[in-house]
């Protein structure tokens, strides 16, 4: 019955190893999110689609990437990992005006 | 631009007794209003909403929260609290008809008997 799948839910990568999360839906929602969680603080917003239209928020580094090939995958690509990005990442999605619905995220580490 | 104001960052509380977690928000738009829930190592899953309509809201768990548009507060309240109540609690703003939520940053309420 999970409507936000997030793949994998632990992901440990070395520092500057590229690494890729991935997130799908069986909503068919119109807009899926990306965000940051690091340890006790609120979820950042990386970046968002909405439809093939993509928005990227000012703060976010370059470092971090996304694609969308189709309604239902999103993906986060994280060129060259730092320690500093190490984080829960959550994808989201919604359709237009409606609450978020999140996966259960994806906990990256950094060696 | 939006900001939500999260005025507890701990909250702990008996098992049984009521709690208050308070949100206050600020906005030049209309907006939509929302109460997560995070329980440790997941994302985050909807408690309530506030789109329009009645100022009470209704959610799952037990709980509820009101809508204040003139002291812009959208306080969560649930009568009785259990020991699986113990969590982090995030308030959020939408504009309506937006697509970016903008958190609080959360309320830890910790339940113990």
């Known amino acids: 019955d999970a409507m936000v799948i997030q793949n994998p839910r632990y992901q440990v990568t070395q520092f500057g190893k590229p690494v890729t999360l991935s997130c799908s839906q069986t909503?068919?929602?119109?807009?899926m999110y990306w965000y940051q969680q690091k340890s006790s603080q609120a979820p950042k917003l990386l970046f968002h689609?909405?439809?093939?239209?993509?928005?990227n928020e000012a703060d976010t580094p370059d470092n971090f990437q996304s694609r969308r090939p189709n309604t239902s995958f999103c993906f986060l690509d994280i060129r060259s990992p730092g320690l500093g990005d190490a984080a829960m990442y959550l994808c989201?999605?919604?359709?237009?005006?409606?609450?978020?619905?999140f996966g259960d995220g994806t906990r990256l580490s950094i060696l | 631009a939006q900001s939500v104001t999260q005025l507890d960052s701990q909250v702990p509380v008996f098992e049984e007794a009521p709690v208050e977690l308070r949100c206050n928000y600020s906005?030049?738009?209309?907006?939509?209003l929302f109460w997560y829930v995070q329980y440790p190592n997941q994302g985050l899953q909807l408690l309530l909403k506030?789109?329009?309509?009645?100022?009470l809201v209704k959610g799952i768990n037990g709980f509820e929260a009101e809508f204040n548009k003139s002291q812009t507060s959208f306080h969560l309240r649930k009568p009785s609290v259990l020991i699986s109540d113990t969590a982090e609690y995030f308030c959020a703003v939408s504009e309506v008809r937006g697509t970016a939520l903008i958190f609080g940053k959360g309320t830890t309420l910790s339940v113990s008997s």
């Open positions: 689609y909405y439809d093939k239209d993509f928005n």
């Open positions: 909503l068919n929602h119109n807009v």
């Open positions: 506030y789109l329009s309509g009645s100022t």
């Open positions: 989201a999605t919604s359709r237009d005006g409606q609450p978020q619905h």
């Open positions: 906005s030049s738009v209309s907006v939509y």
